[in-house]
């Protein structure tokens, strides 16, 4: 495989075959007749393939893609920057001129659109017919994964399986179950019957991950009025698939997921690739920019300038006091896994006099601890008495601020070449084994198999269990409902870009939001599952077009 070059090759191939408009109806998929000539070519149908993956890098690992899947959930709020708080107030300004919620559709559509036209102008491609299948079947894999991203934020939506050559000014609100039956599910069942165990170029669909994603779009039917008596059981099926047959494995460690240097593990099932060398010189623009968003302000504090290991913090989002509870940490090792607890000095520090209230502090010298945060379960250790007498910061719950809170590790970066530099290398995972462990517990649940679903979270508490501690972190049949199984999947999966979704599924997100997040509580409304129709593609459909309902006309 050769990471450094596939993502150039489809970066030339996107903007070379597509023309970059932020009108799904307006996209012209061939820009000229040179292009549409290349593109009847093997060299140019392969390139027309790999750039169909290009849309997911517009959102995986994007600002975008954490306001739309974090914010206004139960276990995140906002932290004090940024200008998209809107989507964890549920205020006015969450309506159709929000420009994510614009970008997002008009992003997967172009995906569509791209999709669409690879699989239309297939039969003028001469080649081997086993290899175009092939890739046929990985396009319409990626059609599924739009299609699926657009009916679980926007509900009914157009639906096409054409391409759109010229402008186009008509459209059409489909219900969300002809999506599901006329494309996610057709697409994802040939993607299973026609795509490879594995590939040779990391990053490219498999039949694991059709089979995962073809799993979550059942487990998603289930909740749904139009859901099908089968779709809980053929979902178990799928992800025991994913589990069992292709030699996925858990990493013995949690901790081994988020080490930079391991990030093609065999727990990956399917990830949005980035390169080191394309995201450093620019090449790549997006790279995985996460690492900004989950970080409190420790720069401006004593012994600290910001620097690239401990990342440039952008305070986006921060933790509820809600997700806080969730870990046991003297039984489940994630908590101190997922969180930084120690910034060390990166300059030194004189001693101060006290001033007021501020106590007297003695100097900190480069590699000193300069802040300490004891987090969850920790923080009665620290009384105010014995945070004055250490020389350093320790910041406890009841000092947490917009500013100042416990900062997720999963993604930082330490590998940039400047500490001011936006794009990570890491790769986005969007497909991992544990989910699909948790996903199988899901289904099981769902057919009121509460003994299967113990037995699948169970496997994930075991990995993740204290050293001695393995027999204690074991859960009873008893213990499971759909809240237990949300609050597992927050205990792992935190910070993934599976939260909103996950409680938009479940049914569960204005009730667990109410509960536990009190910037959203005041504003969320059952209409809040969907998001806005977007406004360019209500002014550019002839006679408009119809608007989610409880959202302004």
């Not at 990391?202 to 289930?222: D, I, M, N």
């Not at 948790?438 to 990995?463: C, F, H, P, W």
Request: net charge negative.
């Amino acid at each position: 495989m050769n990471r450094k070059n596939s993502y150039i090759i489809l970066v030339l191939a996107l903007a070379f075959l597509t023309k970059s408009c932020d009108e799904f109806l307006e996209e012209e998929l061939i820009t000229d007749v040179s292009a549409a000539s290349y593109y009847t070519t093997e060299e140019g149908f392969e390139d027309a393939v790999k750039a169909t993956y290009a849309t997911l890098k517009p959102f995986y690992g994007q600002e975008i893609g954490a306001a739309l899947t974090t914010f206004g959930t139960d276990i995140w709020t906002n932290g004090s920057d940024g200008g998209h708080k809107f989507f964890n107030f549920y205020d006015g300004q969450l309506n159709a001129e929000a420009n994510f919620v614009r970008d997002s559709w008009d992003n997967w559509y172009r995906g569509i659109n791209q999709a669409n036209g690879v699989i239309n102008r297939s039969e003028a491609v001469e080649m081997d017919e086993t290899t175009k299948t092939l890739q046929i079947a990985e396009v319409r894999f990626l059609r599924a994964f739009y299609y699926f991203h657009i009916v679980t934020t926007f509900g009914d939506a157009h639906l096409s399986l054409e391409e759109t050559e010229g402008v186009e000014v008509e459209a059409n609100k489909t219900p969300q179950s002809e999506i599901y039956a006329q494309a996610i599910i057709p697409d994802l069942e040939f993607a299973i019957a026609n795509l490879p165990d594995e590939q040779s170029e990391y990053g490219r669909a498999t039949r694991p991950a059709a089979e995962f994603l073809l799993g979550k779009v059942l487990l998603t039917r289930s909740y749904r009025d139009f859901a099908e008596s089968t779709d809980a059981s053929r979902a178990e099926t799928l992800f025991g698939n994913v589990i069992d047959n292709y030699g996925f494995s858990l990493l013995p460690n949690f901790a081994n997921l988020w080490d930079i240097n391991n990030q093609e593990n065999s727990e990956m099932v399917f990830v949005q690739p980035n390169s080191k060398s394309q995201v450093d010189t620019g090449i790549d623009d997006f790279g995985h920019r996460w690492h900004l968003y989950f970080l409190m302000e420790y720069d401006v504090r004593r012994g600290m300038v910001r620097d690239i290991a401990n990342g440039r913090p952008w305070k986006r989002h921060r933790p509820t006091e809600f997700m806080l509870t969730l870990w046991d940490r003297d039984v489940d090792t994630r908590y101190d896994v997922t969180f930084k607890h120690v910034w060390f000095a990166n300059k030194d520090e004189p001693a101060t006099e006290a001033v007021g209230e501020e106590p007297a502090r003695a100097a900190l010298a480069i590699g000193d601890t300069a802040i300490y945060i004891p987090g969850p379960g920790r923080d009665i250790d620290w009384p105010q008495s014995r945070q004055d007498a250490v020389p350093y910061l320790v910041i406890t719950n009841d000092e947490y601020t917009e500013r100042l809170f416990p900062t997720m590790n999963k993604w930082i970066d330490p590998t940039r070449p400047g500490r001011q530099h936006v794009q990570g290398q890491r790769d986005f995972i969007l497909m991992r084994l544990g989910d699909a462990y948790l996903l199988r517990a899901e289904a099981r649940l769902a057919q009121n198999n509460t003994s299967g679903a113990a037995e699948d979270i169970n496997v994930i508490r075991m990995r993740s269990a204290v050293p001695g501690q393995e027999a204690a972190s074991q859960i009873t049949p008893a213990d499971v409902n759909l809240d237990f199984l949300l609050d597992e999947r927050a205990r792992e999966l935190v910070g993934e870009g599976h939260r909103w979704w996950d409680l938009v599924r479940t049914g569960k997100l204005v009730e667990r939001t109410r509960l536990h997040n009190p910037f959203a509580a005041p504003n969320i409304q059952d209409f809040h599952t969907v998001r806005p129709i977007p406004q360019n593609q209500i002014d550019r459909t002839l006679g408009g077009y119809p608007q989610n309902p409880g959202y302004p006309q």
